[in-house]
């Protein structure tokens, strides 16, 4: 938490605060006793020490040009106080000759710094230097608390870690003051805390050749930015066919000097990418055969990364992220680290517990640690979950600590089975912070890494998990959503924070039911609970309400909103529909229903939209920034593994159509009138369906509209119905409410059942008021009458109009258990 020091330790154990950033101390507006930094355009210097350690002069470029694009004003970045204008700024590590110089002074104290790893402390310091009559200092006890204080304040000032990665736009303001006192974030809570890039094709792979000419320095410059503007200092990088050191040598140069820890996954033991094995490597990857060799490549592994700032993977899986044969055996594992420890020792001159080690407890191998393997005490042990967020295993309650200490390797995107997913953010952040909680309250702390497949877009999940690493306690059951809030806050505004956050919190909650590769047709039941349909409403509700608050957004958060919100819910909306759409097909198919080719088309057109759901994302967010980023496919899986190219989902042929009756459920039949059986009309009169008109499904009346039937030669519709037993029934015709416009005379319809007597109704001769005022509120006029059915099993009901202008929209019988609605009874149609 970032707050006063003098009120940390009162806050910190009295309140249930979240303080996923910081306490504001920057302000666009003044400040009693707070120093103006610019206004009005005034200029602003930055002042650092050109002999500090690396990389701080890199993040002081970066918040030159941030506090530049905020206010509008020149900021210079100066190595001597010569010169010096406007409002000041001073950075430096404590190894600075700069902040020496002020802590000899006595204008600085770095008794809060003494010790620490990572902590930054900013504060407004008077007189700091001759010329100089206040300036904000910020302090880190080493580089990267210095470069977290400095993107601190560049993003207190109006830039969000997420400018580049999310298009989120710089806040503006020409008027920047900063607080009085001493703010500080503390220490982090783990120690190596960063993200993996992987399964990064046909996504990121595509995007960054097209943006950057592939995985190199120009690439990663933006990714080290993130991690450092996010409080992390730890990477794995890209691996499907990429060498981080090999691909470009500037790589890892340029890691070094920003100040990140590069790593190697899992299966890239000893700084080697395994794609090297497939250029370099000779004969097969397995130590009982090739050990020689093996210790070559991992040998020029370590002395191409001796000088950087690193965690050195030990140990060996099979090939290409696979298990190592059968027969492997733990001694022979051991032997494999005892070796490689040897060629650590031996390349960097150290002791080989001065160089950072971990292995990696990842699927078959932490069987090996639980039939006995064991490695050095200074080595981390990495645990892992199962690929799905749910954590496998973690240290024994009470074990001896461990030098080397305890680090865990979590999932956001997976390839394996039961199926992939990596289509689109399906992490629950709840599910997240319990399973991580868990983690760090069993003392896993040394080492937090994340799989964000291509990053994008997971950005919402990296900000929680990097925040949680920072500090795990800020966290509870009862504040995870203020999370979402200040995030949202952070990236479009107080104003819209709150719906943003509830959009997102939902549609995770949502997804995570089942991913996107997983769902089908089959996932949830037409038939039970109105399973189905009720999901599908949900995420419609969803991507409607996304749309609402788009629609209300300034056209500079548009594109942000779209990446972070719009999009998923739209397309996790559209993929339901789509799956729906294909169960309702099917069903209708089984039952011989022409409604089939209703249901195949809006599958048809779910899975045109959904391409084009992605051109937009590719294409148009951000002017096409981010072309490929939605190349994954999604549709199409039929085992574990990705299809080659996007298939939809097959629908069930129209059937053909053999006939239809109307049957009794429950003690109704229900008709709507546009599906007879059969029609009587001649050259004069014919019988016109008016799709769409009415309270359900359509209307059927006669045209022309002024036509009169010739009595005994009237225009007739047949139905065939079914009932369950013979006796005495009602029949109800639900006419649209037109009025008697042929003088009063009134509009008469008639209806047999069988080869019972007709009934003639007149439906409008005569009628009060309170008739009309009924007829135009219900927007229906109702009739009744009775028939006899004279045995159980099929008949036909028969209804002839004497005038043009009846509408008739449905047709109830009751045989004893129509029950009061609106609406009338759902049709009780069946297909031959």
């Known amino acids: 938490m970032l707050r006063p020091l003098f009120l940390f330790l009162i806050l910190t154990f009295t309140l249930p605060v979240l303080s996923q950033r910081a306490d504001r101390f920057i302000s666009t507006q003044e400040i009693t006793g707070g120093m103006r930094l610019t206004a009005g355009g005034s200029p602003v210097s930055i002042l650092y020490d050109a002999a500090d350690e690396r990389g701080i ?13 905020v206010t509008g004003a020149p900021v210079r970045l100066l190595t001597s106080a010569d010169g010096v204008t406007g409002g000041v700024i001073i950075a430096g590590s404590v190894s600075s000759p700069l902040v020496s110089k002020l802590a000899a002074t006595g204008k600085l104290s770095l008794a809060g710094l003494a010790g620490t790893r990572e902590k930054f402390e900013i504060q407004v310091v008077e007189n700091p230097l001759q010329g100089i009559s206040e ?48 703010y500080t974030a503390g220490e982090p809570a783990v120690r190596y805390r960063g993200i993996f890039l992987n399964d990064e094709a046909p996504a990121l792979s595509g995007w960054s050749r097209a943006r950057f000419g592939g995985f190199n320095h120009r690439f990663y410059e933006k990714v080290f930015e993130l991690i450092l503007r996010l409080r992390g200092n730890f ?28 790593s190697t996954s899992h299966h890239e033991p000893m700084g080697r990418a395994h794609a090297e094995w497939s250029r370099y490597g000779r004969g097969k990857w397995d130590y009982s055969v090739n050990a020689k060799v093996l210790d070559a490549f991992w040998t020029a592994g370590m002395e191409r990364m001796k000088n950087y700032e690193t965690v050195v993977t030990l140990a060996m899986r099979g090939d290409g992220d696979e298990p190592m044969s059968e027969d492997s055996n733990i001694a022979l594992l051991e032997k494999i680290v005892h070796n490689q420890r040897a060629i650590i020792r031996k390349v960097t001159g150290k002791k080989v517990t001065e160089t950072p080690q971990v292995w990696a ?53 997976y390839v394996g089975g039961p199926r992939n997913y990596k289509w689109l953010n399906v992490t629950q952040v709840q599910r997240m912070w319990e399973q991580m909680n868990l983690t760090w309250s069993h003392g896993v702390d040394r080492i937090w890494v994340v799989n964000v497949g291509d990053l994008k877009p997971m950005e919402y999940p990296v900000g929680f998990f990097m925040d949680m690493a920072w500090n795990p306690q800020q966290f509870n059951s009862r504040n995870l959503l203020q999370h979402t809030v200040n995030w949202c806050a952070a990236q479009f505004g107080a104003g819209y924070a709150r719906e943003s956050a509830r959009l997102i919190d939902t549609y995770t909650k949502y997804a995570r039911r089942i991913t996107p590769e997983l769902l089908n047709d089959t996932t949830y039941s037409l038939h039970h609970y109105n399973e ?58 089984r039952h011989n229903d022409p409604e089939a080719a209703r249901w195949a088309e809006q599958v048809r057109r779910c899975f045109e939209r959904d391409s084009l759901l992605t051109i937009h994302y590719n294409r148009r967010i951000a002017n096409g920034k981010w072309a490929h980023m939605m190349d994954q496919i999604r549709i199409g899986y039929t085992y574990w593994q990705q299809p080659e190219k996007a298939v939809m989902p097959s629908v069930a042929a129209t059937p053909a159509y053999r006939g239809h009756y109307f049957a009794e459920e429950n003690g109704v039949v229900s008709i709507e009138a546009g599906h007879f059986n059969r029609k009587q009309e001649n050259t004069l009169i014919r019988w016109e369906e008016i799709p769409n008109l009415g309270k359900t499904r359509s209307g059927v009346t006669t045209f022309p509209p002024d036509a009169y039937p010739v009595p005994g030669m009237e225009p007739e519709l047949e139905y065939d119905i079914v009932v369950g037993q013979p006796g005495e029934v009602e029949v109800y015709v639900l006419v649209s409410p037109t009025l008697n416009f042929n003088s009063n005379k009134g509009l008469r319809y008639s209806v047999a059942i069988g080869d019972a007597p007709e009934q003639q109704v007149n439906i409008n001769a005569a009628y009060s008021t309170k008739q009309m005022e009924h007829w135009q509120a219900n927007s229906i006029n109702e009739t009744v009458t009775r028939h006899p059915i004279a045995r159980a099993g099929k008949a036909t009901l028969r209804l002839r109009v004497h005038e043009p202008g009846i509408v008739i929209q449905k047709i109830i019988i009751n045989t004893g258990g129509l029950k009061k609605s609106y609406l009338g009874v759902p049709e009780t149609i069946r297909y031959q």
Do not use: C
Not at 57 to 69: F, M, R
Not at 152 to 176: C, K, M, N
């Open 57 to 69: 002069d890199l993040a002081l470029q970066q918040l030159q040009n941030d506090l530049h694009t």
């Open 135 to 182: 300036a904000l200092v910020i302090v880190g006890s080493d580089r990267r608390g210095t470069i977290y204080g400095i993107y601190e304040v560049a993003e207190q000032s109006g830039v969000s870690p997420w400018y580049y990665w999310a298009d989120v736009p710089v806040r503006r303001s020409s008027v920047l003051y900063a607080h009085p006192g001493v």
């Open 235 to 262: 990477l794995w990088p890209a691996m499907w066919g990429n060498a981080f050191f090999d691909d470009d040598p500037l790589n890892g140069a340029l890691a070094d000097r920003m100040g990140i820890v590069i």
């Open 361 to 413: 407890l990842y699927k078959e191998v932490q069987d090996y640690y639980d039939k006995g393997m064991r490695v050095p005490d200074d080595v981390t042990l990495l645990f892992a979950d199962d690929n799905w967020g749910n954590v496998r295993k973690l240290p024994e309650p009470g074990a001896k600590p461990r030098s080397g200490g305890y680090g865990m390797y979590y999932h956001f995107d």
């Open 532 to 589: 189905f349909e009720r999901v599908v409403h949900d995420f419609r509700a969803l991507a409607l309400d996304a749309f609402r608050l788009h629609q209300q957004l300034p056209d500079s958060l548009k594109d942000a909103f779209d990446q972070l919100v719009l999009f998923p819910a739209n397309a996790f909306s559209n993929i339901y529909e789509m799956y729906y759409a294909v169960a309702r097909n099917k069903e209708a198919a």
